[in-house]
């Protein structure tokens, strides 16, 4: 990579990025009203933005930066963060009141919905018909990973690759629409989604901090079996009962006793290698690469 | 009108709702699982498919029929159904157990968000940009509709204009995006869906059938200030308590008592006007009148 094209990834990233945020700020606000009010906090919120860095980094240094397209793709994930902690009942979202303890069931139903159809009209409005049809298709993924995990409830017997499946629909989809609309490539994406959701769930279990904004432990308390829970359940039986809905004391304690964490941890960096590996003999490539490995070897 | 073209509008029309149907099938059955599982009774359960009536109506007789138009506008609906449901707590949906009461809140609102990412990919691939941001901010109003109707909870001291506004968001926006999508007038689709909401909310009042699918008073039960409701609660303080969230025991049999149902009635009359008025000089035009007509005058 040249150095000007260096200075236009690193620093250029900030400067995108402030631009994403004031663009999702301006969509937010276009309403005055309950949506907006919800969505305001979804926004203040915060989160890493780790979907529009994608579509930025995955974009040509000669192009114009995909900011339409990077808030388009956050839009979706917040809308779907938003309707998510509905059904699940969660209380808490990254530290703070999610949407719907705060304001309610039908207006964080509402706001989703608005963040949703505004994902869609941001893309008409600057994009393809192509690229449109890539987001929706996304989209479906998303709902058909989400209805996934709903059918793994508690199922400590379920395959390895079938949760590797629900990890590359519920949070692949996005991430690799993130490249392909930056003009990136898709199974990059993809690859890097599965490792970011694997690490996501071993930070669950080890609840190292409380800068993931999530309670440690929710997987095990929902019934939800990620890796690390299905990697050591099957060495501890407290583990599994736990996942299956037995009781759950201590069993957070069993899990990081066995090699379930460690195990998880390596199968991610699989996933980030082999990520890396697709993107040979592409360009742009070094910036994806650093965001690769900072995936997996994050601890929050 | 033509007599050929007279014979498109009604012989063909039952071709195309034939085709929607099918082609509404196909998207829920794209991807088996259970988010076709809910969607495939969602489809079942039927509806007056008014929406792609709306287009094919608004159609040119010498274009092809809207047929991918009327499918994304129903599933919008559809989506905004199954939504509205959850979060109601709505056990029925046109006399069947409501998605959610059958599958669960969380594979609900996954089919929900499934069906809607399923409007924007068929428009996508079937339509013009334009049109695809037409729906999507159709969509965008719908959700605002439902923010405001939360907002109006158990307030029986709304302005009939609120409840207006609240109705062409809610209502009037897909009916508006149906006229457009099929080449016609939002201006007619807009006051159409007006008309139809207060008739709707006169018909929650009256219980005069099951046909509706609904429970009849679950609009006073839930505290939603309808047309009926509000100018009822103005004659009678039994309603008007009871829409606050007071005891409902015979507040039904009062609003009959007032003359609040008939000035409903004629309120959506002056509406399905209005809109038949706007037509005045477009083709086609004699079938969207019939529709208006249809559409205040029915029984469920």
């Excluded at 839009?75 to 779907?80: D, G, I, T, Y």
């Excluded at 949407?99 to 600057?126: E, R, V």
């Amino acid at each position: 990579m040249s150095a000007q094209a260096t200075e236009r990834a690193v620093s250029g990233l900030a400067g995108y990025l402030a631009e994403v945020e004031d663009r999702l700020a301006d969509v937010v606000r276009a309403h005055p009203g309950l949506v907006a009010s919800v969505g305001a906090d979804a926004l203040a919120a915060g989160g890493k933005r780790l979907r529009p860095t994608l579509a930025y980094l995955s974009s040509s240094p000669d192009a114009p930066p995909p900011v339409a397209e990077g808030v388009a793709v956050e839009l979706v994930h917040m809308a779907s963060l938003i309707h998510d902690d509905i059904v699940d009942g969660a209380h808490l979202r990254r530290g703070r009141a999610a949407a719907w303890t705060a304001h309610g069931a039908a207006p964080a139903k509402a706001a989703g919905d608005h963040l949703f159809a505004a994902a869609f009209a941001t893309l008409a409005s600057n994009g393809s018909l192509e690229r449109v049809a890539a987001l929706a298709d996304a989209s479906l993924a998303l709902a058909r990973g989400e209805a996934m995990q709903r059918l793994q409830h508690r199922d400590s017997s379920i395959a390895v690759d079938a949760y590797l499946e629900r990890c590359a629909l519920k949070t692949g989809s996005l991430f690799a629409v993130a490249c392909v609309l930056g003009g990136g490539s898709a199974t990059f994406g993809r690859l890097l989604g599965i490792a970011f959701q694997i690490v996501d769930d071993v930070l669950d279990c080890t609840g190292e901090t409380v800068e993931t904004g999530k309670i440690p432990g929710t997987d095990l308390r929902d019934g939800t079996p990620t890796l690390p829970l299905l990697l050591a359940s099957r060495e501890d039986d407290v583990v599994r009962r736990a996942l299956e809905g037995g009781p759950i004391e201590g069993a957070l304690v069993r899990v990081a006793a066995t090699d379930a964490l460690e195990r998880s941890r390596a199968i991610a960096v699989e996933y980030a290698e082999r990520a890396k590996a697709s993107l040979v003999g592409t360009v742009p490539r070094e910036d994806l690469e650093a965001v690769a490995d900072a995936v997996v070897h994050r601890n929050r």
